[in-house]
């Protein structure tokens, strides 16, 4: 039997499937980013370099890959929970908690590389050094994004993520042909731009989002 407590509201209407189908196309590409799901950042490594420097790049990203737990944690509270509420300030109080979480152990994480990574995985890695701090930078924007991604689900604005998300994959694409001649590092520091300017695209959503809101 259903219990008072999961009883619909009076005035509630039941979602249809339409709708919930396309709720779900709208955050598809926000929510199961392809850069992630389908490793491209890795494609395009192995394509533009050799296999030992794929290895390097490898090995660098999952030493630097501990932001994007996080944000998977907080995303996975913050979506249910602004969905309840439906307070922009919740989702700008989860985009922070992320920053306020993952920046300062990036921070620490980093300055330990030389050495966790030679400890980690052997001596020679240590030239993937150089890429950690850069991966930090670029995990920790994507990770901040991707909070805010679905904290706008939660509000009803399931396009924004996925908009940003085609913001990321364009800055790639425009970045990655310009910057890959410097080097791998070259190829990282093109993640770490496209990361910025898709958090900066999602954030100026957000703020628009909670503008229209305001004023509905």
């Known amino acids: 039997s259903v219990t008072k407590a999961h ?3 009076a005035g509630e209407v039941p979602a249809s499937y339409p709708s919930m189908f396309v709720f779900g196309l ?3 590409l926000g929510s199961v980013p392809p850069v992630e799901s389908f490793r491209i950042d890795q494609a395009l490594v192995g394509a533009f370099f050799t296999p030992s420097v794929l290895g390097l790049y490898v090995v660098a990203f999952g030493y630097t890959n501990l932001p994007g737990f996080i944000a998977k944690g907080i995303g996975g509270i913050a ?3 602004v969905a309840e509420n439906r307070s922009f300030r919740s989702v700008w109080r989860f985009f922070f908690l992320s920053l306020l979480i993952s920046a300062p152990l990036a921070v620490v994480f980093a ?3 030389s050495f966790l990574l030679p400890l980690l995985f052997g001596e020679s890695f240590n030239r993937a050094i150089p890429l950690v701090g850069i991966l930090f930078i670029e995990n920790v924007l994507t ?3 991707r909070v805010l991604s679905d904290g706008m689900r939660g509000v009803g604005a399931p396009g924004a993520g996925t ?3 085609l913001a990321y994959l364009v800055l790639l694409v425009i970045l990655v042909p310009v910057m890959t ?3 791998v590092r070259g190829f990282v520091a093109a993640m770490a731009v ?3 300017g898709s958090l900066i695209l999602m954030i100026m959503l957000t703020l628009r989002q909670s503008r229209r809101t305001k004023n509905a």
């Open 7 to 9: 009883r619909p509201d």
């Open 26 to 28: 709208k955050s598809l």
């Open 79 to 81: 979506y249910p929970h």
């Open 111 to 113: 300055s330990l590389a």
């Open 143 to 145: 990770s901040g994004r």
């Open 163 to 165: 908009v940003s998300e």
């Open 181 to 183: 001649p410097l080097g």
């Open 194 to 196: 496209a990361a910025a």
